[in-house]
């Protein structure tokens, strides 16, 4: 099933990266219908894409007035939302 496939693929990223995340580091990984005929190098490079747009947002709150730097909030990485083909 090309689901699983896509399912196994980016498990299989996503364990690759495991150290970029700290504790308490929520990701949550959204395969849509677009990444069916997707190879690994392209999802990964869709991974590292969406990952670096998050975490520049993410950066841009921390430095906001009246925000605690450091602390963290949950990150919703969506895989290949961001990219078209």
């Given at each position: 099933?090309?689901?699983?496939?896509?399912?196994?693929?980016?498990?299989?990223?996503?364990?690759?990266?495991?150290?970029?995340?700290?504790?308490?580091?929520v990701?949550?990984?959204?395969?849509?219908?677009?990444?069916?005929?997707?190879?690994?190098?392209?999802?990964?490079?869709?991974?590292?894409?969406?990952?670096?747009?998050?975490?520049?947002?993410?950066?841009r709150r921390?430095t906001?007035?009246?925000?605690?730097?450091?602390?963290?909030?949950?990150?919703?990485?969506?895989?290949?939302?961001?990219?078209?083909?």
């Amino acid at each position: 099933m090309v689901r699983h496939r896509i399912y196994r693929q980016l498990r299989h990223i996503l364990r690759s990266k495991l150290d970029q995340f700290g504790p308490g580091d929520v990701v949550v990984v959204r395969a849509f219908p677009a990444a069916k005929g997707s190879s690994s190098a392209d999802l990964e490079r869709d991974f590292d894409f969406a990952l670096d747009k998050v975490r520049e947002k993410e950066a841009r709150r921390e430095t906001l007035p009246g925000r605690e730097t450091g602390t963290r909030t949950e990150t919703e990485v969506r895989t290949g939302e961001e990219i078209s083909s």
